[in-house]
């Protein structure tokens, strides 16, 4: 970001900011993977807003030495929004975040089946990614889970943070997580950064005591 007014010179201050359209916190559209598929635009507004389960892979991750292949019980239950929590946040600065746990192409089939449309991680990528030096041909499908998710329409959302707070939220079994990953909306865009939330909800019909 940089200056191009500013209020000593010119009355007032204005900033010129460039950037991709996957830095930071951020959504990938179907557009991303998929030629044909949806750009940013073109999705509903309330594409982007649902009733979340957090999937707590913590202890995966210590024992995993490749893909999390299971997602358990929990994600198995009916949300718009799978997020999972993987603890990776706590690298975020350093090289060590790009050596990220990631999900296997299995996991991504069975949330498709189980009708999620947006996955969030608290990683680089879903995938694993290529570090410098490496060859994409070295594996087998690079980016498996970007075209099985993205390919059933169903959003994906990267470098979330704070989710073990989310998930304190969802300790009473009688409130259910929202949140919403908003977008900027840019036309034409496979991409865009959010400013990601969430918040405690009682399920409708149900009286606060």
């Known amino acids: 970001m940089s200056s191009v007014y500013n209020i000593a010179s010119d ?17 990938d559209a179907p557009y991303h993977f998929c030629e044909n ?13 649902g009733r979340a389960i957090i999937v707590d892979i913590r ?4 024992s995993a030495t490749k893909g999390i292949q299971g997602i358990g019980a929990r994600s198995q239950n009916k949300a718009d929004i799978v ?15 790009f050596e990220h746990p ?9 949330l498709t089946r189980l ?15 290529v570090m410098e030096g490496q060859s994409r041909h070295q594996h087998s499908d690079p980016f498996g889970v970007h075209e099985t998710l993205l390919g ?25 997580i929202w949140v919403s990953l ?3 909306n840019i036309k034409g865009a496979d991409g865009a950064p959010v400013r990601a939330y969430g918040w405690r909800s009682r399920p409708r019909g149900t009286l606060a005591t």
């Open 11 to 27: 009355g007032f201050n204005l900033h010129s900011l460039s950037m991709g359209t996957h830095c930071g916190t951020h959504i």
């Open 37 to 49: 598929g949806k750009k940013l635009d073109e999705l509903d507004f309330e594409s982007f807003v």
């Open 59 to 62: 202890q995966q991750v210590l």
């Open 83 to 97: 997020l999972f929590w993987t603890g990776w946040d706590t690298y975020w600065g350093t090289a060590k975040y």
């Open 102 to 110: 990631y999900l296997s192409k299995e996991v991504a089939v069975q």
């Open 115 to 129: 009708g999620a449309r947006f996955v969030g991680v608290d990683t680089f990528s879903p995938d694993e990614t």
């Open 152 to 176: 059933n329409d169903c959003l994906i959302c990267e470098n979330l943070k704070n989710l073990g707070e989310l998930a304190a939220i969802g300790d009473n079994p009688e409130e259910e």
């Open 182 to 184: 908003m977008p900027m």
